[in-house]
């Protein structure tokens, strides 16, 4: 996607209102929230823990729709092609990763929707199997460039976020590890776990139960500070390796959605997150709230498309 399209972000064309829409109050009927993922996960998780909320503070009832398929695109597709005015997409990272790794998108994610709020974020933490010798970010990077392509990672798939945090951790470092995809972050935890592959990133409830059990170690976070349930656990900035990234969660909307609309939405969302209730429940799933309104989140979105680009690039992963 070039990078000169995501401006659209911006442009006034691109938020151009239906005429009922800009006639009267916002929102007018239901709300539909597509998750683009099955029932059940992170992101169906998050979007039914904010739509009570919503829902009172839009004074609408709002529905959750999963529209799973394609890695999240067959949703994200719903989304960007919704025409009503009162359909909205729950994303998270791969929002932006997609559109570096896949040969072929059925939209435009910088020009056909629009960012409403970043909700919050998950840390990504690097953990190894306990047996593994290297016990820092450093020493699994030497570890990999004394024997390329032998220490493995375990990723939830090609071109998914757990690929490309290895991908990038290796071009910082000099580093070539082995990436081992699988069905899902589950099963390759599981393997992590039981010695059959060296390291995965993953997130800090993912790896509670196998750190509990003795079975993993986790050995740098990729955030810019410690994690205060972690302080033990440095970050990678702290030896020396510039990477810090996160699974983020935020809402977009379709560009044909009002601006005034889309500001009244992150006003409400906003106003939700900020509940105790809410803000408790997000930290108990691992998620930092991190609510920021349209302009900052679109900042989070631009640098995250350029980023993934650049690694995905610098890889070679591409995925047809």
């Known amino acids: 996607m070039p990078i000169s399209r995501r401006c659209l972000l911006f442009a006034p064309t691109a938020l151009a209102a239906p005429a009922a829409l800009a006639q009267g109050a916002w929102p007018q009927r239901p709300l539909r929230v597509i998750v683009p993922y099955a029932a059940g996960g992170p992101s169906d998780i998050v979007a039914r823990l904010l739509t009570p909320g919503l829902a009172a503070a839009l004074g609408q009832p709002v529905v959750v729709d999963n529209r799973p398929g ?163 656990v440095p970050t990678l900035l702290e030896g020396g390796i510039d990477l810090i990234a996160d699974n983020w969660f935020g809402v977009l909307a379709p560009a044909s959605v009002p601006v005034e609309a889309r500001a009244r939405l992150a006003a409400a969302l906003s106003e939700v997150i900020a509940s105790e209730d809410v803000r408790a429940r997000l930290t108990t799933l691992g998620l930092e709230p991190r609510p920021a309104g349209p302009e900052a989140f679109a900042r989070v979105l631009d640098a995250e498309f350029r980023r993934w680009a650049s690694v995905a690039r610098a890889a070679g992963v591409s995925v047809r």
């Not at 998950?122 to 953990?127: D, N």
């Not at 290796?170 to 010695?195: C, E, H, I, K, S």
């Not at 790896?207 to 033990?232: C, F, H, N, W, Y």
């Open 70 to 232: 394609a890695g999240s695109m067959l949703g994200t597709e719903a989304a960007a092609r919704a025409a009503d005015g009162h359909t909205v997409l729950l994303a998270d990272s791969p929002f932006t990763i997609i559109p570096a790794v896949q040969e072929r998108v059925p939209y435009d994610a910088a020009a056909d929707l629009a960012p409403v709020t970043l909700i919050g974020a998950v840390t990504m933490i690097l953990a190894v199997n306990s047996g593994f010798p290297a016990r820092s970010a450093s020493a699994l990077a030497e570890a990999a460039k004394s024997r390329p392509d032998t220490v493995s990672f375990g990723s939830s798939g090609i071109g998914s976020l757990s690929h490309l945090l290895p991908e990038w951790f290796g071009q910082l470092t000099g580093a070539r590890f082995a990436n081992v995809a699988y069905r899902g972050a589950g099963p390759a935890l599981q393997d992590v776990a039981a010695g059959q592959i060296n390291a995965i990133f993953s997130s800090p409830a993912s790896i509670e139960g196998p750190l509990r059990a003795g079975q993993v170690t986790p050995i740098a976070v990729a955030a810019p500070q410690r994690l205060p349930a972690m302080s033990e």
